[in-house]
Each structure stands twice: as C-alpha cells, then as structure tokens.
C-alpha cells in the first residue's frame, strides 16, 4: 500500500490529478470515521472530508515520507476539525443527555453503538474545545499523547495536562447528570 | 463504576457505530481545480500590479528631474514682463 501511495504523490506532483483521486478513493473511509468524531451532521462530515482532501492536495509538496500517509492525512484532518469546532457557537447541536433515559433498562453490553457515540459526543462538546480534541483522539482514535502532540503540534506536557483536566470535568458532567445511573451501569 | 472506566467502557462501544461513506473524489478534484484556477488568476493580477509599480516608479523619477529644472511655472511668465520699462 505505502509503495502505491508514493507512487501516486510522485504522479501527482508531476501534475497528475487522477492519481490523486485514488489516494481520495484509498483514505475516505478512515478520514470519514475521523470527521465524523467533529460533527455527526452528515452534510458537515461530507464538507469537512472534503476540506481535508484539498488541504491534503495543497499541502502535498511538505510530505517527506518519513510517516505512512495515512497519518499525515490524520493530522490535517484533526487540525481541519479542530479549525471547524472553532468556528462554532459554544452552544451548539448537542443532545441533551436527559434525552438518554430511553437506554435504561438496556444491558450494559448492549447499548447500541451510535447511541453510546451520540452520549460521549454530548457530553465532550461540553467541555473546551481543546479538552474535547484531547479526549476524542485519546478514546476514539487511541491516540497516545505523543501522536496528539504531534498532530497538533502542542508539547506533550500541554496534552497531558489537557487530558487530566478534561477527565476530571467529564467526572463532574456525568456524575451533574446522573449518567451511569441512567444507564444501568451503578448499582 | 469508576467515572473514567465507564466512559472508557462507553468508548469502546462507541466504537462499533456504522459511519455514513461518501464519495467526495468528484468534488475534491472540482474543489482542487477551483482554487488551481484562483491562484492563477491572483498571480497573474499581482504580476500586473508589479509591472504598473515599476513603470510608475519609472515615470515618476523622470517627473522629479524635470520638475526641478523648472524654477516656476509662474515666475517664468512675470520673468520678462520685470524686464519691460514701463517708462
């Protein structure tokens, strides 16, 4: 795969649009799944996988090589959402977390997956932006602090100290909330 | 439950949701083709913008030179009349 990636930046630095387009058709689906973490309107996501596409081509001259693509696509991806979180109202689209009693008598196992992500998209978009982008990278794309850092191009005790602070805040969200009782997850 | 393993728990189930797929090829390659076509055009006017600098600068040395060698317009006019006798 990587060969067939530098293959495909070689051409299209040289002027070859088209095999751009198939490191767009290659990547889409992990850039989607990545964006989707940004904003879970569909027509937004689509804007944002685009955004990160062009800003990718743009760019594309600056890759050396020296990580898989992928992972430079990442990182321009969690600056574009992290770019579109800022261009937001602070009170923006999120469920309020009431609308979760639905779920308590679920099983604990079988809480449904896009309701889980729904419930964890609430309560990280109540915290400050850059808390949020810490903790989504960290539990949904298992980043560790050194990628996040990297990424963002923060130092690494910066993250550190935003995850501490952003776990202790989720604490006071779902415990304000009673979440873990509403899902049947105290006893 | 601990707070940060219930989240954590919560995490990984989230994990497992169906995200919607696009194809966004098409439109990158039109947004690509866009902005290519933006950029041109803005370098093409900053090439025109530099030209017109240069040529105004151009002119606008000469202008000083020849403006200094000219004392005034006016005086040049009252010069030969001061000259007349007027009795």
């Known amino acids: 795969m990587e060969s067939a990636d530098r293959k495909d930046i070689a051409a299209c630095l040289n002027g070859d649009k088209n095999s751009y387009a198939n490191l767009v058709r290659r990547y889409e689906k992990q850039i989607t799944k990545l964006m989707w973490r940004f904003s879970r309107d569909p027509r937004v996501c689509e804007e944002l996988v685009q955004e990160v596409f062009v800003e990718a081509y743009l760019s594309l001259s600056s890759y050396r090589g020296e990580a898989p693509f992928l992972h430079w696509m990442r990182r321009i991806g969690s600056r574009v959402g992290y770019r579109f979180w800022k261009q937001q109202a602070k009170a923006k689209s999120t469920v309020p977390l009431a609308d979760f009693d639905a779920i308590e008598t679920e099983a604990v196992d079988k809480v449904d997956p896009s309701v889980a992500a729904e419930i964890l998209h609430s309560l990280l978009a109540q915290l400050p932006r850059a808390d949020r982008l810490v903790l989504m990278l960290m539990y949904f794309e298992k980043c560790s602090t050194k990628q996040i850092a990297e990424q963002m191009g923060w130092s690494r005790a910066v993250v550190k100290m935003r995850a501490f602070r952003a776990r202790r805040k989720l604490k006071t969200i779902a415990e304000r909330e009673n979440l873990w009782e509403k899902l049947g997850w105290i006893h | ?87």
């Open chain 2, 1 to 87: 439950m601990d707070t940060l393993r219930a989240f954590e728990k919560l995490a990984k189930q989230a994990q497992g949701e169906k995200v919607p797929s696009f194809d966004v090829t098409a439109k990158v390659l039109q947004r690509i083709r866009f902005e290519e076509a933006e950029s041109a055009g803005i370098v093409a006017f900053e090439l025109f913008a530099s030209i017109s600098a240069v040529a105004a600068s151009v002119v606008g040395y000469f202008s000083i030179g020849a403006l200094r060698s000219v004392t005034s317009p006016l005086m040049q006019f009252l010069t030969p009349l001061q000259e007349v006798r007027i009795w």
